[in-house]
């Protein structure tokens, strides 16, 4: 069940919110927040979970390989391993899929800052 988000006009950004759009983002929102507490236990986000619960995140092969192949080459710290890895649960959440796939992990990716040079 991914929501896709409709192009929208540059100069609209400015424009104040639709009501219904508002309200329509944040009941998905919390549809992803109820599944966190239903999987993580009450008042647990993805964000919070311990190190050592990490494991439980399931992962499909494909993404499993897809995160390591990518922490590999871009040189990913432990902590930063683990912060792709919630997010990427997150945005899974929100797409409705109970496992991560390799579009997750990806969306999750392109978050990272960009380094200067």
Known sequence: MWVEVPKIEHKRLLEKTKAKESSLLQKHVAKAREIQANRNGQNTLNSQISNEDITIIRLSD????????????????????????????????????????????LEAIQYRPKEII
């Open 62 to 105: 494909s993404a499993k390989a897809l995160l390591n192949q990518a922490a590999e080459r871009m040189d990913f710290s432990p902590r930063v391993y683990h912060k792709i890895l919630r997010l990427s649960r997150t945005i899974a959440d929100l797409s409705g899929s109970e496992a991560i796939e390799d579009p997750h992990i």
